[in-house]
């Protein structure tokens, strides 16, 4: 096994994607991606492969588009601003059933926002943020090590189904320093993967000429054409859902985060069991697809959920969705930079809890 | 351009344009020179601070609009063209002054410029050229010299850098010059030629960046001036002396290199519009065309 290494989430992204055999890197300089752009322009010619700064987000992801149709293993990275000038990109290359891996490290919004951590591009990542009927897998890292490993198994999802693949991280995930094991994790070996026989290689040898497009104008292609992208997406959606859970087994408040927040959500846990109290944590990792079957199935015995994000309210649509009315749903969420606190967590779930005791059933959707 | 005319036979003070924000610049930072000189230039055409808009777009140089005391928009990260121009196409009275940094301009923002150019409407578009990404913390940019060392170039640039002035030219932009934020004295003539010139005016201003590319930068920009002014050779209204500008090697010539005057687009479409207002068409007849 190899030594560890003190790392940036950014970096650890960076290193993720070379250990995964990332051909070309495309980026664009933003705060606070920044580290990850810069470990790139040093480490890639190091290993023969290609870095550009593009001029633009836009430009970065029409590399990444023609990259990846030439088949190879293709990266950009970026920050809320420019991940939404990415969505058109994003859209033709899942129209295009062409692999790609695609970072956010996401920052405040809207707009220019600021530089500081955020999730509000949740409804942006996994509801399709740009036109068209798509989906994207969208991986939700909570660790300096999963920015690492999440990024290898991008590569390796994005190679399988031939389609973008989002890691969704954090201002603070991007920043903080912690251990990286490297070469532990996920598979993300190319051997396994189908050959790229759809790849522009150059048609030299008579083999019948390969066409890459998400033009279909012909009546009904596209629609037998989206049946096959849903087909695909139907196969996904079965097998490929994640999600961790930490003391769900007896809980009764059950907490929902993912990312940063649910590091915070953890330590709530943490302290409530120390006490004795019945607090539970389920983390989705891939956030498309929702691990829907696991809320639900918590929602049969849990009697609340209390969704923790830093946005306005985004992933508690899901939760919300998956619970069917069930059990109250609760929400604290921290906008525009804001943090949630682990202290005003306990005291949301302790009250809850207590709710619970005494039969009350209020759907507290607040937020601070 | 919109002035304070019943303020005709005072002096404007420029402490007038500045807002009470204290700029969060580096100290000796080139963009301080740009501000001072620009709000100079402001005092001597007597614009209304209400009446002028500055509309920028992200990093260091974009936060000019906010040490202004006038129209401010702080806006989209490569966008202060389109947008400029959008307001002075809804408000003719407006002032209105574009500004951003090499990055902003002609890194993400390219696109715009050379239409910019073209449509030649009544703004000024003002670049604080450091060859830097500044506020991202010194990034390549499209400016930055050849073999140029940065935190995205780690083993030097191998990208040919893009000459604002050669660009301008080439799109044919009616007004074109070049200014230093060391010397802002001829930064505040420059300014003022750009402002009342009527149509699209492009000001390159070279503007340091002490932090990520050095003090060293002011000082070799500074032995290599040539003041344009001065040289009787040179003539602005001549597209010669343009051409030898850009092929300069040695020298880096300021002033104004370019004043090409051709009616603005507002002008222009005043007349179209004049044109075809000819029919009269009423508004509720509109749309009769579509009935059988
Ligand atoms: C869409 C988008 N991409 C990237 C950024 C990050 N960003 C902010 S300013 C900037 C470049 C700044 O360079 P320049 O325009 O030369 O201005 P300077 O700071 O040097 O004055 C970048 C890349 C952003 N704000 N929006
Ligand atoms: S980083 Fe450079 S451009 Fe930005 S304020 Fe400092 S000196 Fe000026
Ligand atoms: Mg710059």
Redesign the pocket.
Known sequence: MQKRVLITGNEACGAGAIAAGCDCYFG????PQNELTAYMSRHMPEQGRVFVQAE??VSAINMVYGASAAGRRVMTS?SS??IS?KQEGISYLAGSELPAVIINVQRGGPG?GNIEPSQADYFQAVKGGGHGDYRMIVLAPSSVQEMYDFTRRAFYLADRYRMPVMVLSDGRLGQMMEPLRPGKGSKSSAAKLPPKDWALTGASGGRPKRVVKSFFPADGTLERHNLELEKKYNLIRRTQSRAGEYFCEDAEVVLAAYGTAARLCREAVRRARAKGLPLGLLRPVTLWPFPAARVKKLAARARAFLVVEMSSGQMVEDVRLAVEGRVPVAFYGRSGGGVPEIGEIYRRAHRLLREKAQGGSQDRGTVS | MSTVSDMADQQVKPDVYKSSLKPVWCPGCG?YGVLNALCQAFARLKLKVEDTMIVS??????RLPGYLHSYGFNAV??RALPIAIGAKLANHKLNVIAA??????FS?GIGHFPHACRRNVDITYIV?D?Q?????KG?L?PTSPDQAITSTSKYGSIETPIDPIRLALGCEAPFIARGFAGDIKHLVEVLVRAIKHRGFSFVQILSP?VTYVGKQQFIEIKQRLHYLDQDPEHDCRDIASAVKVINEQDVISVGIIRCHERPHYQKKLAKLNKAASRKKAKLEDLLDTFRP
Request: proline share 5%; glycine share 24%; hydrophobic share 20%.
């Open positions: 664009y300089p933003i705060t633009s987000e970026s601003p420019g000038l220019l | 963009d777009g992200i990093g260091c140089s974009s990260h490569g951003g940094g090499d990055g902003d301009g993400i604080m450091n830097v990404y500044g506020l991202t990034q940019s960046c």
